[in-house]
């Protein structure tokens, strides 16, 4: 029996930083010695696919390109995870990363696509401190109307203790 799953998942990291790419698999039959793994990145200027890493038995690294000393094995095929690791993440590296996993004889095997972009640090600096400035902000106008509203309330108390008294 053949199944091809494909799982779609959107990865934002910081320049400069490291990022699990993360693809699991399901298989009819038994994981053997003809699984293979295959992951290609398919740049965000649509320029030619690139093989990133290789797995047959072993993990094969990139002789050469951009994801050269740059990418390694983090998956763990007992448990259908053939995840891998980018370190030292760069603009460039923004795109498309496709796993293909087969194991014979379910030759179409499995797909997954994980979609990186590659933010400045001064990006994600700024997208927490507009977040952390907006939630102050909130704080801030939430306090001043619990205050006055007690003030409204301890005015009111005054003034029908007045009445009463007069």
Known sequence: ARRAVLAREIVVAVNGTNQRLRCSFSSSSPVGQQLAVSWNFQPEDLGSHELVFYYQKEPYKPPSGR????????????????????????????????????????????????????VQKEIHFLVVAIGSASVLMIIVVTAVIICRQRRRKARAKRLEVADTEG
Do not use: A, H, Y
Request: with cysteine; hydrophobic share 35%.
């Open 67 to 118: 994801f050269k000393d740059r990418v390694t094995w983090d998956g763990n095929i007992e448990r259908n995870d053939v995840s891998i690791m980018l370190w030292n993440l760069q603009p460039s590296d923004n795109g498309t990363f496709t796993c293909q996993v087969t194991n014979w004889p379910d030759v179409f095997g499995t797909i997954g696509e994980v979609r990186l972009r590659v």
